[in-house]
């Protein structure tokens, strides 16, 4: 099963995003669940997508969450629909980059640029993605910080 887990910086408004999915890629917006997971009636019909807000006031706590029915209705991967995303909203993104290190995420810039950063093991644990620095350069971010891997150690 694809599993697609796209967190924004900042809050997205739900309206504007449902239209966009709707506008770009044919998605009703009843087809997607907005609000948080424990409010939702385990009765109700399996969305394409969910749009949930964070439990607190936190950095890339906005998420929205698919499958693969959100796979097949965009036609993109996780990246791609992050990018665009990242585009059309003017917000900064992060996806999982696959790795098996909890701290290491990627970056999608406004721009659609993208690389891999580290964030705050600390900050983490209390479910907040905090950006401490990025492991590679990205061109949309000229004031991240970068701190490369040390050697050995794969990106």
């Given amino acids: 099963m694809v599993v697609y887990r796209i967190q924004f910086e900042k809050e997205i408004p739900a309206a504007a995003l449902l239209r966009f999915l ?3 890629y ?8 907005v609000g948080r997971v424990v409010d939702r009636s385990v009765d109700d019909p399996r969305p394409v ?7 607190h006031d936190e ?3 906005w998420v929205l969450v698919g499958g693969t029915e959100l796979a097949d209705a965009t036609g993109q991967h996780e990246l791609e629909l992050a990018v665009t995303l990242a ?3 003017q917000v900064r993104v992060v996806v999982d980059d696959g790795s098996i290190f909890p ?33 590679e350069p990205i061109s949309g971010e000229p004031d991240l ?3 490369p891997p040390p050697d050995g150690v794969r990106n």
């Fill in 22 to 24: 709707q506008d770009s």
């Fill in 103 to 135: 701290d290491r995420w990627r970056l999608i810039s406004t721009d659609g640029s993208s690389g891999l950063v580290r964030t705050d093991e600390d900050a983490a644990v209390e479910g907040n993605l905090r950006i401490m620095h990025a492991l």
């Fill in 49 to 55: 997508a969910m749009f949930t807000p964070p439990d």
């Fill in 87 to 89: 585009r059309a909203f």
């Fill in 59 to 61: 950095e890339f706590g």
């Fill in 26 to 33: 044919g998605i009703a917006p009843g087809e997607i669940y």
């Fill in 145 to 147: 910080t970068v701190v």
